[in-house]
């Protein structure tokens, strides 16, 4: 069975730490995403990767980075966390072409 | 800009037929999905149709898609608990993109 790994269920941080969101896909998938779903506000696109270190900017890319190094595993990085980054993130991933995404089952990331 | 509408809560009663509706602004839209998310998970693919279709069936569940209107909607016959679970309508583009704009997802509560 194919899957979208993430390595957290529930994550509590402190305001001004450094974050990492690690997700890894064993599809052999080109696409990964990272998307905040909060509620009455559905999902939103952070970041994307099409390929091995490369990103592209989604819709809320602001106070986040990414990193893939490898095919298989893309890293969500919150620089210094706020309060406002309390939510829930989803990763997902996708073949090149494809708008079908495969999603893992979240990180969710409580800041105090 | 790209937006994907969806109405919030939805109640039906066991056995009945349930109707999630959702509306689109895109006409560049080439694929349309429909998502389930239940309490704690991440999302599940449940249907998706291709815009030059108009309907689509698959068991419990049809697809209707009315592209002059930019309206999709999600018919669960013989609606059961187990449907209980936020649904989220999303599009995709033939674009350089990938990802999906994803509505903000409608919670179907259903009554015994």
């Known amino acids: 069975d194919v899957k979208v790994t993430q390595s957290s269920r529930y994550l509590v941080k402190r305001t001004g730490e450094k974050v990492f969101l690690e997700c890894v896909q064993d599809?052999?998938?080109?696409?990964m995403f990272w998307y905040r779903q909060d509620p009455g506000l559905g999902l939103r696109l952070i970041y994307f990767?099409?390929?091995?270190?490369?990103?592209e900017k989604g819709d809320i890319p602001e106070g986040y980075s990414v990193s893939r190094e490898k095919k298989e595993r893309f890293s969500l990085i919150l620089e210094s966390a706020s309060t406002n980054q309390t939510s829930m993130y989803l990763c997902?991933?996708?073949?090149?072409?494809?708008?079908?995404?495969?999603f893992g089952s979240g990180t969710r990331l409580t800041v105090v | 800009g790209e937006d994907v509408e969806q109405s919030l809560f939805l109640s039906v009663r066991e056995g009945d037929s349930s109707v999630i509706n959702c509306t689109y602004t895109?006409?560049?839209?080439?694929?349309l999905y429909w998502y389930k998310q239940e309490p704690g998970a991440g999302l599940q693919l449940l249907t998706y149709?291709?815009?030059?279709?108009d309907m689509k069936q698959d068991q419990r569940l049809t697809v209707l898609l009315n592209k002059k209107d930019k309206h999709l909607s999600l018919r669960i016959a013989d609606t059961q608990t187990g449907d209980s679970a936020i649904y989220f309508c999303?599009?995709?583009?033939?674009?350089?993109?990938?990802?999906?704009?994803f509505g903000s997802g409608t919670r179907l509560q259903v009554q015994p």
């Open positions: 997902a991933s996708s073949l090149a072409g494809q708008g079908a995404s495969t």
């Open positions: 599809m052999d998938h080109e696409n």
């Open positions: 990767s099409y390929d091995v270190k490369m990103k």
């Open positions: 895109d006409s560049s839209s080439t694929y």
């Open positions: 149709i291709f815009s030059n279709m």
């Open positions: 999303a599009e995709s583009m033939d674009t350089g993109r990938r990802a999906l704009t």
